[in-house]
T-cell receptor, first 114, second 116 residues
Framework: GAGVSQSPSNKVTEKGKDVELRCDPI?????LYWYRQSLGQGLEFLIY????????KSGLPSDRFSAERTGGSVSTLTIQRTQQEDSAVYLC????????????FGQGTRLTVV | KQEVTQIPAALSVPEGENLVLNCSFT??????LQWFRQDPGKGLTSLLL?????REQTSGRLNASLDKSSGRSTLYIAASQPGDSATYLC?????FGSGNTGKLIFGQGTTLQVKP
Protein backbone atom coordinates (compact mmCIF):
# COMPACT_ATOMS: atom_id res chain seq x y z
CA GLY A 1 0.00 0.00 0.00
CA ALA A 2 0.93 3.64 -0.27
CA GLY A 3 0.79 4.44 3.42
CA VAL A 4 1.61 2.98 6.81
CA SER A 5 -0.82 0.20 7.63
CA GLN A 6 -1.69 -0.95 11.14
CA SER A 7 -3.75 -3.92 12.21
CA PRO A 8 -6.05 -4.52 13.85
CA SER A 9 -7.71 -1.10 13.92
CA ASN A 10 -9.47 -2.01 17.17
CA LYS A 11 -8.68 -4.66 19.77
CA VAL A 12 -10.58 -5.51 22.93
CA THR A 13 -8.84 -7.92 25.25
CA GLU A 14 -9.27 -9.23 28.75
CA LYS A 15 -6.89 -8.18 31.49
CA GLY A 16 -3.97 -10.57 31.71
CA LYS A 17 -4.06 -11.67 28.07
CA ASP A 18 -1.22 -11.05 25.61
CA VAL A 19 -1.78 -8.94 22.48
CA GLU A 20 0.16 -8.37 19.27
CA LEU A 21 -0.15 -5.20 17.22
CA ARG A 22 1.17 -5.09 13.66
CA CYS A 23 2.67 -2.27 11.61
CA ASP A 24 3.45 -2.38 7.88
CA PRO A 25 5.64 0.62 7.06
CA ILE A 26 5.88 2.36 3.71
CA UNK A 27 7.96 0.21 1.38
CA UNK A 28 11.64 1.16 1.49
CA UNK A 29 11.43 3.16 4.72
CA UNK A 30 14.32 2.29 6.98
CA UNK A 31 13.04 3.93 10.17
CA LEU A 32 10.01 2.76 12.15
CA TYR A 33 8.54 4.27 15.32
CA TRP A 34 5.94 3.18 17.85
CA TYR A 35 4.07 5.68 20.02
CA ARG A 36 1.22 5.42 22.48
CA GLN A 37 -1.55 7.98 22.99
CA SER A 38 -3.79 7.65 26.00
CA LEU A 39 -7.20 9.35 26.02
CA GLY A 40 -6.76 13.11 25.93
CA GLN A 41 -2.99 12.83 26.26
CA GLY A 42 0.01 13.55 24.07
CA LEU A 43 2.16 11.04 22.22
CA GLU A 44 4.39 8.84 24.36
CA PHE A 45 7.46 7.41 22.60
CA LEU A 46 7.84 3.64 22.90
CA ILE A 47 10.51 2.31 20.53
CA TYR A 48 12.45 3.35 17.41
CA UNK A 49 14.04 1.10 14.77
CA UNK A 50 16.59 2.41 12.27
CA UNK A 51 17.92 0.01 9.66
CA UNK A 52 20.17 -2.62 11.16
CA UNK A 53 21.09 -0.53 14.20
CA UNK A 54 20.12 -1.58 17.69
CA UNK A 55 16.63 -0.20 18.41
CA UNK A 56 16.05 2.63 20.85
CA LYS A 57 13.89 0.92 23.47
CA SER A 58 14.12 3.72 26.00
CA GLY A 59 10.39 4.45 25.94
CA LEU A 60 9.04 0.99 26.68
CA PRO A 61 7.15 1.40 29.98
CA SER A 62 7.83 -2.06 31.39
CA ASP A 63 9.25 -5.46 30.50
CA ARG A 64 5.74 -6.53 29.50
CA PHE A 65 6.27 -4.52 26.32
CA SER A 66 8.47 -5.71 23.46
CA ALA A 67 8.76 -5.10 19.74
CA GLU A 68 10.39 -6.77 16.79
CA ARG A 69 11.05 -5.72 13.25
CA THR A 70 11.56 -8.63 10.89
CA GLY A 71 13.54 -8.26 7.69
CA GLY A 72 13.70 -4.52 8.12
CA SER A 73 10.03 -4.21 7.25
CA VAL A 74 7.00 -5.34 9.27
CA SER A 75 7.02 -4.66 13.02
CA THR A 76 5.06 -6.30 15.81
CA LEU A 77 4.49 -4.70 19.20
CA THR A 78 3.68 -7.28 21.87
CA ILE A 79 2.13 -6.51 25.23
CA GLN A 80 2.14 -9.39 27.69
CA ARG A 81 -0.25 -9.76 30.62
CA THR A 82 -2.21 -6.67 29.63
CA GLN A 83 -3.39 -4.23 32.28
CA GLN A 84 -6.20 -1.68 32.13
CA GLU A 85 -3.67 1.15 32.03
CA ASP A 86 -2.40 -0.26 28.72
CA SER A 87 -5.65 0.91 27.10
CA ALA A 88 -4.67 3.52 24.51
CA VAL A 89 -4.20 4.12 20.81
CA TYR A 90 -0.92 2.67 19.56
CA LEU A 91 0.49 4.57 16.61
CA CYS A 92 3.20 3.49 14.19
CA UNK A 93 5.18 5.71 11.82
CA UNK A 94 7.94 5.25 9.26
CA UNK A 95 10.42 7.46 7.44
CA UNK A 96 13.20 7.12 4.90
CA UNK A 97 16.68 8.56 4.45
CA UNK A 98 18.30 7.31 7.63
CA UNK A 99 15.10 8.27 9.40
CA UNK A 100 15.81 11.96 9.07
CA UNK A 101 13.08 12.77 6.60
CA UNK A 102 9.35 13.27 6.92
CA UNK A 103 7.63 10.72 9.15
CA UNK A 104 4.28 9.26 8.11
CA PHE A 105 1.85 7.76 10.59
CA GLY A 106 -0.65 4.96 10.35
CA GLN A 107 -4.22 5.23 11.61
CA GLY A 108 -3.41 3.47 14.85
CA THR A 109 -4.71 0.50 16.81
CA ARG A 110 -7.16 1.30 19.59
CA LEU A 111 -6.53 -1.16 22.41
CA THR A 112 -9.11 -1.60 25.16
CA VAL A 113 -8.30 -3.82 28.12
CA VAL A 114 -11.40 -4.90 30.07
CA LYS B 1 16.56 16.12 28.16
CA GLN B 2 14.63 17.64 25.27
CA GLU B 3 11.24 19.07 26.15
CA VAL B 4 8.73 20.40 23.63
CA THR B 5 5.98 22.80 24.67
CA GLN B 6 3.01 24.06 22.68
CA ILE B 7 1.07 27.14 23.59
CA PRO B 8 -1.86 27.65 23.73
CA ALA B 9 -3.33 24.25 24.60
CA ALA B 10 -6.61 25.25 22.95
CA LEU B 11 -7.70 28.02 20.63
CA SER B 12 -11.08 29.04 19.23
CA VAL B 13 -11.32 31.55 16.39
CA PRO B 14 -13.96 32.72 13.93
CA GLU B 15 -13.73 31.59 10.33
CA GLY B 16 -11.46 33.71 8.14
CA GLU B 17 -9.06 34.73 10.89
CA ASN B 18 -5.31 34.34 10.53
CA LEU B 19 -3.71 32.55 13.46
CA VAL B 20 -0.37 31.44 14.88
CA LEU B 21 0.40 28.29 16.82
CA ASN B 22 3.57 28.18 18.90
CA CYS B 23 6.07 25.42 19.60
CA SER B 24 9.17 25.75 21.78
CA PHE B 25 11.95 23.28 22.54
CA THR B 26 14.66 23.32 25.19
CA UNK B 27 17.61 21.81 23.27
CA UNK B 28 18.50 23.63 20.05
CA UNK B 29 20.59 20.72 18.72
CA UNK B 30 17.81 19.47 16.50
CA UNK B 31 18.01 17.95 13.04
CA UNK B 32 14.54 18.97 11.96
CA LEU B 33 11.06 19.85 13.16
CA GLN B 34 7.79 18.52 11.81
CA TRP B 35 4.22 19.80 12.18
CA PHE B 36 1.29 17.39 12.16
CA ARG B 37 -2.47 17.62 12.44
CA GLN B 38 -4.63 15.03 14.15
CA ASP B 39 -8.37 14.76 13.64
CA PRO B 40 -10.42 13.12 16.43
CA GLY B 41 -10.01 9.36 16.44
CA LYS B 42 -7.50 9.46 13.60
CA GLY B 43 -3.77 9.11 13.10
CA LEU B 44 -1.39 11.98 12.44
CA THR B 45 -1.15 13.74 9.09
CA SER B 46 2.15 15.39 8.22
CA LEU B 47 1.84 19.08 7.34
CA LEU B 48 5.35 20.49 7.05
CA LEU B 49 8.94 19.43 7.71
CA UNK B 50 11.60 22.07 8.37
CA UNK B 51 15.26 21.09 8.34
CA UNK B 52 17.53 22.80 10.89
CA UNK B 53 19.20 24.79 8.11
CA UNK B 54 15.89 26.24 6.94
CA ARG B 55 13.99 29.25 8.24
CA GLU B 56 10.53 28.43 6.91
CA GLN B 57 8.41 26.14 4.81
CA THR B 58 5.11 26.85 3.08
CA SER B 59 2.27 24.65 1.91
CA GLY B 60 -0.88 26.34 0.71
CA ARG B 61 -2.35 28.41 3.55
CA LEU B 62 0.22 27.04 6.01
CA ASN B 63 3.58 28.59 6.79
CA ALA B 64 5.96 27.17 9.37
CA SER B 65 8.99 29.05 10.64
CA LEU B 66 11.95 27.86 12.66
CA ASP B 67 14.34 29.81 14.87
CA LYS B 68 16.65 27.10 16.11
CA SER B 69 18.85 29.34 18.23
CA SER B 70 15.90 30.53 20.32
CA GLY B 71 14.22 27.13 20.32
CA ARG B 72 11.00 28.24 18.65
CA SER B 73 8.78 27.35 15.74
CA THR B 74 5.48 28.82 14.66
CA LEU B 75 2.75 27.50 12.40
CA TYR B 76 0.83 30.26 10.66
CA ILE B 77 -2.59 29.43 9.23
CA ALA B 78 -4.04 32.01 6.87
CA ALA B 79 -7.75 32.57 6.33
CA SER B 80 -8.80 29.79 8.70
CA GLN B 81 -11.70 27.49 7.75
CA PRO B 82 -13.93 25.17 9.83
CA GLY B 83 -12.11 22.25 8.16
CA ASP B 84 -8.91 23.38 9.86
CA SER B 85 -10.39 22.35 13.22
CA ALA B 86 -8.08 19.67 14.62
CA THR B 87 -5.21 19.18 17.06
CA TYR B 88 -1.87 20.45 15.79
CA LEU B 89 1.30 18.80 17.03
CA CYS B 90 4.93 19.72 16.60
CA UNK B 91 7.79 17.25 16.95
CA UNK B 92 11.57 17.64 16.93
CA UNK B 93 14.24 15.18 15.92
CA UNK B 94 17.61 15.59 17.58
CA UNK B 95 21.05 14.97 16.20
CA PHE B 96 22.36 11.44 16.59
CA GLY B 97 24.93 10.82 19.25
CA SER B 98 25.37 11.70 22.89
CA GLY B 99 22.64 9.23 23.70
CA ASN B 100 20.19 10.71 21.21
CA THR B 101 18.60 8.69 18.44
CA GLY B 102 16.33 9.69 15.60
CA LYS B 103 13.12 9.47 17.56
CA LEU B 104 10.59 12.27 17.31
CA ILE B 105 9.83 14.16 20.51
CA PHE B 106 6.33 15.62 20.56
CA GLY B 107 4.64 18.56 22.20
CA GLN B 108 1.23 18.14 23.82
CA GLY B 109 -0.55 19.81 20.92
CA THR B 110 -2.85 22.78 20.36
CA THR B 111 -6.52 22.00 19.77
CA LEU B 112 -7.96 24.44 17.27
CA GLN B 113 -11.63 25.15 16.70
CA VAL B 114 -12.63 27.37 13.80
CA LYS B 115 -16.22 28.53 14.11
CA PRO B 116 -18.33 29.16 10.99
Amino acid sequence: GAGVSQSPSNKVTEKGKDVELRCDPISGHTALYWYRQSLGQGLEFLIYFQGNSAPDKSGLPSDRFSAERTGGSVSTLTIQRTQQEDSAVYLCASSSGQGLTEAFFGQGTRLTVV
Amino acid sequence: KQEVTQIPAALSVPEGENLVLNCSFTDSAIYNLQWFRQDPGKGLTSLLLIQSSQREQTSGRLNASLDKSSGRSTLYIAASQPGDSATYLCAVRQYFGSGNTGKLIFGQGTTLQVKP
